[in-house]
């Protein structure tokens, strides 16, 4: 009846009812409980993401408790106080209780994942070209399960190149906000049209929380929860037509040792153009008109063309035109698939070219040293081998000297098949006479032994001398 605590009471049991304060149901576990009196009892706190320290609820023994047990007769009366003890939630938001008098000290906070609100961020799908690309923010636990806000609550989004450049989409910044009763939001990003093909990509990233941020405990705007994350990247489908693709025919003299063709898109694109070349025979020849060549080409993204370069070959074979081909082959994606022209026509003319078959603006070719062929004329034996270096020959009188015309590359090496054609070989000078050997002009073939018969007279006359020539004016016939 002082007031003073009974050490040992009797055994008895009684109801405890809560009373919320700023407290709420939520927020503890407020069942009534029978407890046994002298014994401990607890009461759980709910750790719940919001933001709301040191809520209160009181403790108490109500008027209508039911008291039972020995210690309804132990004593002559008992009733219960009408104290109550008042209790403090603290959440992962208090500062912390230090030690001292008065309650006893509570840790400084530091959160879980099962305090916080994580924001995250999706794609919604690719946009074609000139429409909105969407994302949705939406705040989850740490299960992925949706977090609503009981007040409003901005985000901010930043935006960044992926294979899209400036120009494809509105890239500027964006604070979203978060309705009050909702867990998601939606973020619009206008697209532009371009003329480049290509499928182009952005990304969307979370850059941190504003106003509204406060009610809950923690939010966390950097590593996601549940397989979903504070980044998405979106696709922008190109409605464009893809580029085609061709090579030109070139022509050009074999002086001008190479040959160039021009690879060309018909508009850019935002990503890299390949493709492979090779080179194959019409009527020129790989290795003798020109060299073979093959390999992979590239259009590199924002330009529209590239080229080969092929050597050619300037010979002394009056061969005409001949031409051969280059052609494009395993063309990347990102190149229409019909409507292009694959394979570009080298054509090479010479001064053997016939009149009208030159396109304008390519020069004919002027013979010179390299395109010329030498015609002389060599002293053999009767089976046409070359006497020593074939610049002097001997006969009897009587009998016959030996010689043939052979054709000379523009190197001085003979030609070991030439073409066929004839020429007049002259003869004269010297001390030898009109007398002494048969020296009337001849029409020989070159490449073939044709002979000289000396005369036999009675003079003594040794070693006289005559001069076999091609002169500038003997006239050169045949292929």
């Given amino acids: 009846p002082a007031g003073n605590e009974i050490a040992s009471p009797a055994a008895g049991t009684v109801d405890v009812t809560f009373t919320n304060g700023t407290a709420g149901d939520a927020d503890y576990d407020n069942a009534t409980q029978n407890v046994t009196i002298g014994q401990v009892f607890q009461v759980d706190a709910t750790d719940d993401l919001i933001s709301d320290d040191e809520e209160t609820y009181t403790v108490n023994l109500g008027a209508n408790s039911t008291i039972a ?24 938001t208090s500062p912390g209780t230090p030690p001292g008098p008065g309650p006893h000290p509570t840790p400084t906070p530091n ?7 994580f924001a995250v961020i999706e794609s919604d799908g690719p946009a074609t070209e000139g429409e909105n690309s969407t994302f949705t923010v939406s705040l989850i636990d740490v299960n992925g399960d949706p977090v609503a806000v009981t007040s409003d609550m901005d985000v901010n989004i930043v935006f960044a190149n992926g294979t899209a450049e400036d120009g494809d989409y509105t890239a500027t910044p964006q604070t979203v906000t978060v309705l009050a009763g909702d867990s998601t939001v939606t973020v619009t990003v206008p697209t532009l049209e371009d003329v480049d093909f290509d499928n182009e990509t952005f990304t969307a990233t979370i850059d941190g929380v504003g106003t509204g ?54 508009n850019t694109t935002t990503a890299d153009v390949t493709f492979d070349y090779a080179s194959s025979n019409d009527s020129a020849l790989a290795g003798a008109d020109y060299d073979a060549v093959s390999g992979n080409g590239t259009i590199t993204a924002g330009q529209t063309t590239t080229t080969i370069t092929v050597p050619i070959t300037d010979d002394y074979l009056a061969e005409g035109n001949e031409s051969f081909d280059i052609t494009l082959s395993n063309l990347s994606p990102n190149v229409a698939a019909t409507g292009n022209k694959e394979v570009g026509v080298g054509t090479i003319v010479d001064a053997g070219s016939p009149p009208g078959t030159i396109p304008p603006g390519v020069p004919p070719e002027v013979p010179g040293t390299p395109d010329t062929v030498t015609l002389k004329v060599v002293a053999t034996d009767s089976a046409g081998n070359i006497i020593g270096d074939g610049s002097e020959n001997d006969s009897n009188e009587g009998g016959a000297a030996y010689y043939k015309v052979i054709a000379l590359d523009p190197a001085g090496v003979e030609i070991v ?7 007049d070989v002259t003869f004269g000078g010297g001390t030898a006479s009109a007398a002494d050997y048969d020296n009337a002009t001849q029409n020989v073939t070159i490449g073939q032994v044709f002979q000289v018969d000396a005369t036999d007279d009675l003079i003594s006359d040794d070693e006289e001398t005559y001069n076999v020539s091609l002169g500038a004016n003997s006239t050169i016939a045949g292929a």
């Fill in 69 to 92: 047990g020995a210690i309804t007769t132990a004593y002559e009366a008992v009733t219960n106080s009408t104290d109550d003890v008042e209790t403090t939630i603290h959440d992962e």
């Fill in 111 to 117: 959160p879980g994942p099962e305090d916080t609100v």
């Fill in 213 to 266: 941020a406060d009610q809950f405990e923690n939010v966390d705007t950097t590593n996601g929860a549940d397989s979903r994350t504070p980044s998405a990247e979106a696709t922008i489908n190109d409605n464009d037509v893809p580029p085609t693709i061709s090579i030109d025919d070139v022509t050009v003299n074999e002086d001008a040792g190479t040959m160039t063709f021009t690879v060309t898109l018909s």
């Fill in 417 to 423: 098949s030439p073409a066929a054609g004839t020429v």
